[in-house]
Antibody
Framework: QLQLQESGPGLVQPSKTLSLICTVSGGSMNMNTDYWVWIRQPPGKGLEWIGS???????YYNPSLESRVAISADKPKMQFSLRLNSVTAADTAVYFC??????????????WGQGILVTVSS | QSVLTQPPSVSAAPRQRVTISCSGS????????VNWYQQLPGRAPTLLIYYDDLLPSGISDRFSGSKSGTSASLAINGLQSEDEADYYC???????????FGGGTKLFVL
């Protein structure tokens, strides 16, 4: 059964780079139906898609974050990562990694990692 | 301001039926599948409905989804206390070229 787990620092200083890793277990990162995604949720607010990485390495980013974000994979380690630079307090959120299963016209985010709270503060 | 519009909260008594609406546009719900996610307090979201009205394996048939035009709905029959959670709709948006979520609806079971 596929499982995902986020890891990384829980506190990042303003203007610095937020870096998170998602470790995938119980499956493969090479299925052509799978995209690897990051989604965030500010405290008390709704969900926001950050970006997706295809099994071929193509990336797709939320236009509102595209200038600051990068998602990449280290398949031998069964990991994919998120980098978000020039962070501000508005980037404080619980960050989730998830698998997007996608085969037209079907798609869904499942499973999700448990999430990791990242606070941007000095 | 979320691209998909949901009511902030709904409430109903145990064993009653409740519906949650999700309003979008022709670039998202009108042209793409809608999925629904349940987020229990302090937990990650989980898939509840996919492709507008299909139930994943293991999901109770008390949950159902529907779509008409640029709006979708989630219905929960026979409400139980454990259904108290936040519910989110989601869809692909052709104009924004990305995934969009509703703002979420908190369900209170009275």
């Amino acid at each position: 059964q596929l499982q995902l787990q986020e890891s990384g620092p829980g506190l990042v200083q303003p203007s610095k780079t937020l870096s998170l890793i998602c470790t995938v277990s119980g499956g493969s990162m090479n299925m052509n139906t799978d995209y690897w995604v990051w989604i965030r949720q500010p405290p008390g607010k709704g969900l926001e898609w950050i970006g997706s990485l295809s099994y071929r390495g193509s990336t797709y980013y939320n236009p509102s974050l595209e200038s600051r974000v990068a998602i990449s994979a280290d398949k031998p380690k069964m990991q994919f990562s998120l980098r978000l630079n020039s962070v501000t307090a508005a980037d404080t959120a619980v960050y989730f990694c998830a698998r997007l299963w996608y085969q037209v016209p079907l798609n869904w985010f499942d499973p999700w990692g448990q999430g990791i709270l990242v606070t941007v503060s000095s | 301001q979320s691209v998909l519009t949901q009511p902030p909260s709904v409430s109903a008594a145990p064993r009653q039926r409740v519906t949650i609406s999700c309003s979008g546009s022709s670039s998202n719900i009108g042209d793409n599948a809608v999925n629904w996610y349940q987020q229990l307090p302090g937990r990650a979201p989980t898939l509840l409905i996919y492709y507008d009205d299909l139930l994943p394996s293991g999901i109770s048939d008390r949950f159902s989804g529907s779509k008409s035009g640029t709006s979708a709905s989630l219905a929960i029959n026979g409400l139980q206390s454990e259904d108290e959670a936040d519910y989110y709709c989601a869809s692909w948006d052709d104009r924004l070229n990305g995934w969009v979520f509703g703002g979420g609806t908190k369900l209170f079971v009275l």
